[in-house]
T-cell receptor
């Protein structure tokens, strides 16, 4: 069974640009969550999508948005990039989503560098 | 406001000895706790979890202890192996508005051969 895949693995952008990251969950998983990992802050929850609907949201500005498609694939978009957005962005999938305390499986992440 | 705290950023232990990783939380609505392990260039992998109705859960060399009154949990690794060297994240969740996973900042464990 294929794991969670994220594309691209590495990305370099400049301030003010926008970026779209993609996540393909494990087959059959309907929940996708996104996290930002930075050295000083650890893993911070961005949002969770379940059956194409955003079900949970963390404390990030509106520049961070996401969506989920009917095949459960998810995309995350960050507009008007800032230097502080440089981080590892992790996607995790699970069967039933966070409300059922299902185990989450993480992808390898996308390393975003903003110059 | 850090609701899940891993106050020690790093821990170094000798191979074969016990590793004890600590985690504290402040939100009394958390009722499910997890530990994840992360190697460089990989995503975190689930290690072990515990529900608030228990005070101990064991899986092979890994045991998690939960002290609800102290809002404290710990991960014990016995015996520690060099392959255990990684970053360990403690995470917690609850019901409803607390259902998202809240992670600590992680602790880097180094097991010396």
């Amino acid at each position: 069974k294929a794991g969670v895949t994220q594309t691209p693995r590495y990305l370099i952008k400049t301030r003010g640009q926008q970026v779209t990251l993609s996540c393909s969950p494990i087959s059959g998983h309907r929940s996708v969550s996104w996290y930002q990992q930075t050295p000083g802050q650890g893993l911070q929850f961005l949002f969770e999508y379940f059956s194409e609907t955003q079900r949970n949201k963390g404390n990030f500005p509106g520049r961070f948005s996401g969506r989920q498609f009917s095949n459960s694939r998810s995309e995350m978009n960050v507009s008007t990039l800032e230097l502080g957005d440089s981080a590892l962005y992790l996607c995790a999938s699970s069967l039933g989503g966070l409300v059922k305390n299902n185990e989450q499986f993480f992808g390898p992440g996308t390393r975003l560098t903003v110059l | 406001d850090q609701q899940v705290k891993q106050n020690s950023p790093s821990l170094s232990v000798q191979e074969g000895r016990i590793s004890i990783l600590n985690c504290d939380y402040t939100n009394s609505m958390f009722d499910y706790f997890l530990w994840y392990k992360k190697y460089p260039a990989e995503g975190p992998t689930f290690l072990i979890s515990i529900s608030s109705i228990k005070d101990k859960n064991e899986d092979g060399r890994f045991t998690v202890f939960l002290n609800k009154s102290a809002k404290h949990l710990s991960l014990h690794i016995v015996p520690s192996q060099p392959g255990d060297s990684a970053v360990y994240f403690c995470a917690a969740s609850g019901a409803g508005a607390n259902s998202k996973l809240t992670f600590g900042k992680g602790i880097t464990l180094s097991v010396r051969p």
